[in-house]
């Protein structure tokens, strides 16, 4: 019987929090620099490549209900959600890598297809990991205080793995076009390997593709291994049917607030994220010209925000996810607000931004996730059924559909403003850069904390929930004579 309280061990939260690792490795990369991948060293149009993307982000959203229902209904000795993590760890690694080789076709439309779908590819696949993974927090434990040290584990190795992801691709490829780089790589016969990619940016994205495919394998193997599902002691769900489930995620939307205001504070979040996470790369190149630095810029801010994680779990325990969550955006809307201000060359005050804004940056993906599996007991009290699958189906594909427009968005602005890769931009495209990294992504989140004002959740009122269940299952266990 899932049991109230029930403690964790810090193995079960570091090899849980492993696990995110993968995610947070290709869902960085490909959120920072793919888009600029594919324009810049692919050869596609913006217009193409963002909506190549948008395409595999929305079939990405679409599928995430279905792995709901997939993961509520299965039933192995592994439990309901950590099969996924076992069978699906090696052809998710597979197609990520499969993104970064995009062959040099000679038209738009053959390199639009492969793009699309290679992004279905590996969109399903993230599904097929990503559901049952972020819905173990709810299956593992039901205490408030160990769900949010749970997600703050999870959040500290996630934003560990962001950072490489987000850094490091732009140093492997400047360190494998440079001579050193390449002098070493022909060592190992990688000059004939590569042919005609050799010496290229192709090729450091090759390797960047291959190292992080095997580094994602690992840590999702290892978050299989060292996890356990608890038994909830209850019966599955009713819904027996994969549009039955999707109709009753909108229900949920329309009439369980807490479960709606706990989605649209993570859609929000996840937009504005996703703007300025796009952006940024065009944004430091183009407007304040410091392609040299970038990396350096970008491991700034994730190491801070890597760094807050703890820092504001502690908060959160203390105040409350919510309250902690408005006062945090509310700061962290004015600083990003001020990126669209600086002038190119301050480097001190944009390594300063930097700084603060990774440390905010650490509340707006810890808080969110951290809200959410306590709307999964509101639910079991209301009707009786524990269905994390079906929240988690839902949360992931509002998600997802936040990325997604992100990025649509963001490629269509560039594709309106004239943006022309590896050429200096007209003072119109730099002005939509700095809106696109600043106020645009501001605004958003200002609107997520104002919604957070009136999130019902509190730490008081769970707590109660879970003493009213607890109460229910100790007179389920009398009825039948346990």
């Not at 410091?290 to 700034?300: E, H, V």
């Not at 050429?423 to 501001?442: H, K, N, Y």
């Not at 200002?446 to 707590?463: F, G, Q, S, T, V």
Request: proline share 4%.
């Amino acid at each position: 019987m899932f049991q109230n309280h029930t403690p964790l061990s810090l193995k079960e939260k570091i090899c849980y929090g492993i696990g995110d690792v993968a995610n947070g490795l290709a869902v960085s990369s490909v959120a920072l620099w793919f888009l600029k991948y594919l324009t810049d060293v692919a050869g596609l149009q913006a217009v193409y490549a963002g909506l190549a993307i948008a395409i595999g982000r929305v079939w990405d959203a679409v599928t995430d209900p279905l792995m709901g229902w997939i993961a509520d209904h299965t039933d192995t000795r592994w439990g309901k959600r950590r099969p996924y993590l076992l069978f699906g760890a090696l052809p998710y690694a597979l197609s990520f890598f499969s993104l970064w080789i995009v062959p040099e076709f000679t038209d738009q439309v053959h390199l639009f297809a492969y793009v699309t779908v290679t992004l279905i590819l590996f969109n399903t696949f993230l599904t097929v990991v990503f559901v049952p993974y972020t819905s173990l927090t709810a299956a593992i434990t039901n205490d408030y205080n160990e769900r949010t040290s749970l997600t703050g584990y999870r959040m500290t190795l996630s934003q560990t793995a962001m950072l490489i992801g987000s850094a490091l691709p732009a140093t492997i490829v400047a360190w494998s076009i440079s001579e050193k780089g390449q002098g070493f790589l022909a060592t190992f016969g990688l000059d004939i390997f590569f042919g005609d990619w050799f010496g290229s940016a192709r090729s450091g994205y090759t390797i960047m593709a291959a190292a992080f495919a095997l580094i994602m394998i690992v840590s999702i193997l290892t978050s299989f291994k060292g996890t356990r599902e608890k038994d909830t002691g209850l019966e599955k769900p009713e819904v027996v049917t994969p549009f039955s489930y999707a109709s009753s995620i909108v229900s949920q939307l329309v009439n369980n607030h807490p479960y709606r205001s706990s989605v649209l504070i993570l859609l929000l979040t996840n937009l504005a994220a996703s703007s300025i996470a796009v952006n940024l790369p065009y944004y430091l190149e183009y407007a304040l010209h410091i392609k040299a630095k970038q990396s350096i810029l970008i491991a700034t801010l994730f190491v801070m925000a890597t760094v807050s994680v703890p820092i504001w779990a502690l908060v959160t325990k203390k105040y409350g996810k919510a309250e902690t969550y408005r006062m945090a955006m509310g700061v962290y809307a004015v600083v990003v607000a001020c990126l669209a201000l600086l002038p190119a060359g301050h480097l001190t005050l944009l390594f300063s931004l930097a700084a603060v804004a990774g440390c905010l940056h650490g509340a707006a993906l810890m808080i969110p996730w951290a809200m959410v599996p306590d709307v999964v007991e509101h639910d079991e009290l209301k009707t009786g059924k524990r269905r994390e699958g079906l929240f988690y189906g839902g949360t992931t594909f509002s998600y997802k559909m936040a990325t997604a427009l992100g990025v649509i968005a963001s490629s269509f602005v560039l594709e309106l403003v004239g943006y022309a890769p590896n050429e200096a931009q007209t003072e119109l495209t730099v002005t939509s850069m700095r809106l696109l990294v600043g106020p645009f992504p501001a605004f958003i989140i200002l609107i997520a904390a104002y919604i957070a004002l009136r999130h019902p959740l509190n730490r008081a009122k769970h707590e109660k929930i879970l003493e009213a269940l607890e109460e229910r299952r100790q007179q389920i266990r009398l009825a039948a004579g346990d």
